[in-house]
Every structure is written in structure tokens, then in C-alpha cells.
């Protein structure tokens, strides 16, 4: 289980940088996030709470983080991308795009902080 949460984290830590980079690229050329930034940044959201399935399931089997700091990471980027996705209609393209790739580099640092706070 520890093995497959491994991999989804790094699977996790590439989508997130990869989005950042779209959205700041979007907002580069002034340009609103498309339907596919848009999905790419909901099926990220999804992978997230498998991810918090799987470090659950671990957490309810007993296996604990080396710091509780690690449970916190594991919430913090539902609240991030949530609140971008949530507000980025309200903007401008060129803010939207920029808000959204923002959160996930924000998010895409969060990951990493978790990997110092796992086991």
C-alpha cells in the first residue's frame, strides 16, 4: 500500500507542475484556461482523494505517517485547487489562468513537503 501511495504521490507531484506550467503559460499569452486545463485540473482534484483514499486506508490499518504534519498535506491541496477552481470564474482570462496555474505550483511545492513528512 505504502508502494502505491508512493507512486501516485509522484504521479501527483508531475501534474501538478505541468498544469502550473500550462496555466502560467496560459496567462503568458493572455489566454483563459480551456476545457481541457479545466478537466485536466478536475481529474487532478480526483486523484487527490484517491490518494487520501489510499493514505487512509494506511492511517486506518495502522501504518502512521512520520509526522501528523503529512495528514495536513494531504488536506491542504483539496482547499488550494478547490478555492482557485471555485473563484477563477469571477477573473479576467488572463487572471484565471494564472490563478489556477498558481495553485498547482502552490500545490506542487505542498507535495514535495509532504514526501519530507511520509515515511
Known amino acids: 500500500m505504502l508502494e ?25 499569452i493572455n489566454r483563459s484556461p480551456g476545457g481541457g486545463f479545466r478537466s485536466t485540473y478536475v481529474l487532478s482534484i480526483g486523484v487527490f482523494a484517491l490518494q487520501a483514499v489510499i493514505g487512509l486506508a494506511m ?3 495502522g501504518f502512521r ?18 478555492y ?12 484565471e489562468s494564472l490563478l489556477l496555474g498558481v495553485a498547482a505550483l502552490f500545490t506542487f511545492g505542498l507535495i514535495i513537503r509532504a514526501f519530507t513528512t511520509g515515511r
Not at 84 to 95: D, E, I, V
Open 4 to 28: 502505491l501511495h508512493r507512486i501516485v504521490a509522484n504521479a501527483l507531484l508531475l501534474l501538478m507542475l505541468l498544469l502550473g506550467l500550462w496555466g502560467l503559460f496560459m496567462a503568458l
Open 59 to 61: 492511517l486506518v490499518s
Open 65 to 82: 505517517p512520520r509526522d501528523t504534519l503529512h495528514i495536513l498535506y494531504g488536506i491542504a491541496p483539496f482547499l488550494a485547487l478547490g
Open 84 to 95: 482557485a477552481f471555485g473563484y477563477s470564474p469571477r477573473m479576467k482570462p488572463r487572471n
